[in-house]
Nanobody, 117 residues
């Protein structure tokens, strides 16, 4: 059964840090690009960061220089290190496995991140 299971969310004060993990049981994990998205209440789901199979990364302007996406293909896991958190980072964070040729995309169930001021 395909699963993306996020963990590491929680409540943190502004300026603090959290590390999200996404354990993936998907086919050809190492060949897929992976991503983190977030959705705040009443807002659309937005892309936060992506990482290719080769390790190249890209970030939304709002998190650049604060967040770092990484992956461990041996553990089928992708991470999101979030530093200098701000109240506007409060959202449900979702892990996303990009499609790869005949293999479809998958979403995780999300993990709540709440940053208090």
């Amino acid at each position: 059964q395909v699963q993306l299971v996020e963990s590491g969310g929680g409540l943190v004060q502004a300026g603090g840090s959290l590390r999200l993990s996404c354990a993936a049981s998907v086919s050809v994990f190492a060949r897929r690009a992976m991503a983190w998205y977030r959705q705040a209440p009443g807002k659309q789901r937005d892309l936060v960061a992506t990482i290719t199979s080769g390790g190249s990364t890209n970030y939304a302007d709002s998190v650049k220089d604060r967040f770092t996406i990484s992956r461990d293909n041996a553990k089928n896991t992708v991470y999101l290190q979030m530093n200098s958190l701000k109240p506007e980072d409060t959202a449900v964070y979702y892990c996303f496995a990009e499609p790869y040729f005949g293999f479809k995309a998958y979403w995780g169930q999300g993990t709540q991140v709440t940053v208090s001021s």
